[in-house]
T-cell receptor, first 115, second 115 residues
Framework: DSGVTQTPKHLITATGQRVTLRCSPR?????VYWYQQSLDQGLQFLIQ???????AKGNILERFSAQQFPDLHSELNLSSLELGDSALYFC??????????????FGEGSRLTVL | AQKITQTQPGMFVQEKEAVTLDCTYDTSDQSYGLFWYKQPSSGEMIFLIYQGSYDEQNATEGRYSLNFQKARKSANLVISASQLGDSAMYFCAMRQFSGTYKYIFGTGTRLKVLA
């Protein structure tokens, strides 16, 4: 158990719809990262938050948005969904102090299927 | 531009034998971190091993070792005494700091361990 919680684990929806994916980082971790993994592909970085503020943006579509709340949980909103948005969406958190390693701890992912 | 390259899309190894998964990286930074993650068919991302750019010794974690050749910018993962449970996707990743910590991933290598 990484300590990172993602909900829902599975989600099936139709094109044009909107969904919200939720992530709770490990206790004490201030940074949250969102990644998208399409079928048999690598991980594409979407966006990063640190203590409520957006810190870095990757290949995130305009139809997607995210935020991190004061309690440090984060939500990724995906709207006007298309078939190509079907993917495994990962949230990860990392320690903000103590040690050089700072590995990413991943949640189990939210598998989105758009029909 | 920072990049991680994994040139082996798929590999086979006989049970109990050792296998090396290749990873090369491109960066102009002096300080960075290198990681390997395992993704079994269930989908979760499992941290395996870390190597810091200033670490002089190769990292080891149980049956995993990282063959770090800084001048060649390679960070190959060596799995000794392969087990059937090692069958999975393996991702190499690099962490850099550019205003914030950023993590980029390679495209992965799918390893199949044969009985």
């Amino acid at each position: 158990d990484s300590g990172v919680t993602q909900t829902p684990k599975h989600l099936i929806t139709a094109t044009g719809q909107r969904v919200t994916l939720r992530c709770s980082p490990r206790s004490g971790d201030l940074s949250v990262y969102w990644y998208q993994q399409s079928l048999d592909q690598g991980l594409q970085f979407l966006i990063q938050y640190y203590n409520g503020e957006e810190r870095a943006k990757g290949n995130i579509l305009e139809r997607f948005s995210a935020q991190q709340f004061p309690d440090l949980h984060s939500e990724l909103n995906l709207s006007s969904l298309e078939l190509g948005d079907s993917a495994l969406y990962f949230c990860a958190s990392s320690a903000t102090s103590g040690g050089a390693r700072r590995e990413l701890f991943f949640g189990e992912g939210s598998r989105l299927t758009v029909l | 531009a920072q990049k991680i390259t994994q040139t082996q899309p798929g590999m086979f190894v006989q049970e109990k034998e050792a296998v090396t998964l290749d990873c090369t990286y491109d960066t102009s930074d002096q300080s960075y971190g290198l990681f390997w993650y395992k993704q079994p068919s269930s989908g979760e991302m499992i941290f395996l091993i870390y190597q810091g750019s200033y670490d002089e010794q190769n990292a080891t974690e149980g049956r995993y070792s990282l063959n770090f050749q800084k001048a060649r910018k390679s960070a190959n993962l060596v799995i000794s005494a392969s087990q059937l449970g090692d069958s999975a996707m393996y991702f190499c990743a690099m962490r850099q700091f550019s205003g914030t910590y950023k993590y980029i991933f390679g495209t992965g290598t799918r390893l199949k361990v044969l009985a």
